[in-house]
């Protein structure tokens, strides 16, 4: 069964290419975007050879343990503005793990969603501007879902960090990849469709774990204190040591829950 198949009626007509394996899903919504496909295009896998995480770092994407895929869509904003929907992103995939597994998701500010206290999944948004302007042309966002633990675990650089939805034991439906990406499409565009409105950083900050606590920033110049609040943009809102209030972008910095 298509994944077209599976979404609500509003969503059947939008551009879905699925792929059993791929290099990166991003790489191909890029590629569509330059050649002038239309939003609201979504590219699927099951596996990526070369997934993208933020910073430039890889995404590990094995076969028959997860799910990938990546919008290509049109919003008029500035690159700035893009960014958001890394939050949109963010929120949509939590309800859809809740949908689909009953597990409770958290964010870890601003990309990762925790699932067991654990990342079960990483957010990348890639935006290209009209040339001559600072609007955007076209953006990508794209997440991968660690639904099972793969065969002999995750490899040792991500094996603190890095777990699955589905918990050894767990009943799986064979279609819950499909399912997942189902409903995580149909949230993220429910709320894609209204993101002017901001509405949706209201749960954004409900999920996050981050707010209360120490963190230190992982970028230069480091910077600790206490997250205390994000605000209608997505920016972390940061009362440091000092006592002074710090506005992170997270285009500019990475974070870290102090021991």
Same mark, same amino acid.
């Given at each position: 069964?298509?994944?077209?198949?599976?979404?609500?009626?509003?969503?059947?007509?939008?551009?879905?290419?699925?792929?059993?394996?791929?290099?990166?899903?991003?790489? *191909?919504?890029?590629?569509?975007?330059?050649?002038?496909?239309?939003?609201?295009?979504?590219?699927?896998?099951?596996?990526?050879?070369?997934?993208?995480? *933020?910073?430039?770092?890889?995404?590990?994407?094995?076969?028959?343990?997860?799910?990938?895929?990546?919008?290509?869509?049109?919003?008029?904003?500035?690159?700035?503005?893009?960014?958001?929907?890394?939050?949109?992103?963010?929120?949509?995939?939590?309800?859809?793990?809740?949908?689909?597994?009953?597990?409770?998701?958290?964010?870890?500010?601003?990309?990762?969603?925790?699932?067991?206290?654990?990342?079960?999944?990483?957010?990348?948004?890639?935006?290209?501007?009209?040339?001559?302007?600072?609007?955007?042309?076209?953006?990508?966002?794209?997440?991968?879902?660690?639904?099972?633990?793969?065969?002999?675990?995750?490899?040792?650089?991500?094996? #603190?960090?890095?777990?699955?939805?589905?918990?050894?034991?767990?009943?799986?439906?064979?279609?819950?990849?499909?399912?997942?990406?189902?409903?995580?499409?149909? *949230?993220?565009? #429910?709320?894609?469709?209204?993101?002017?409105?901001?509405?949706?950083?209201?749960?954004?900050? *409900?999920?996050?774990?981050?707010?209360?606590?120490?963190?230190?920033?992982?970028?230069?110049?480091?910077?600790?204190?206490?997250?205390? #609040?994000?605000?209608?943009?997505?920016?972390?809102?940061?009362?440091?040591?000092?006592?002074?209030?710090?506005?992170?972008?997270?285009?500019?910095?990475?974070?870290?829950? #102090?021991?």
């Amino acid at each position: 069964m298509n994944i077209a198949d599976l979404l609500p009626e509003r969503y059947k007509n939008i551009n879905i290419e699925e792929h059993e394996t791929i290099g990166s899903t991003n790489d *191909r919504a890029l590629e569509l975007g330059k050649e002038g496909a239309g939003e609201i295009t979504v590219v699927t896998a099951l596996s990526q050879t070369a997934g993208k995480g *933020r910073r430039g770092r890889s995404f590990y994407s094995p076969k028959g343990t997860g799910v990938y895929l990546s919008f290509l869509l049109r919003p008029e904003c500035s690159a700035e503005d893009a960014q958001r929907l890394t939050t949109i992103a963010a929120v949509a995939a939590a309800g859809a793990v809740k949908e689909v597994s009953g597990y409770e998701a958290g964010i870890k500010w601003v990309n990762d969603v925790y699932v067991h206290g654990k990342k079960v999944c990483g957010i990348l948004t890639e935006a290209r501007l009209k040339a001559g302007s600072c609007i955007t042309d076209y953006v990508v966002c794209g997440i991968g879902f660690n639904v099972k633990e793969p065969e002999g675990g995750f490899p040792d650089e991500i094996g #603190d960090v890095a777990g699955a939805i589905l918990r050894h034991g767990d009943i799986a439906d064979e279609d819950v990849c499909q399912k997942l990406t189902c409903a995580f499409i149909a *949230r993220f565009l #429910d709320i894609y469709a209204a993101w002017p409105s901001k509405e949706y950083i209201k749960e954004y900050r *409900r999920l996050s774990f981050l707010l209360g606590q120490k963190i230190h920033t992982l970028s230069e110049p480091k910077i600790c204190g206490i997250a205390e #609040d994000i605000d209608d943009d997505g920016h972390l809102m940061l009362r440091t040591d000092a006592g002074n209030m710090v506005c992170l972008d997270s285009g500019e910095v990475s974070v870290r829950i #102090d021991d």
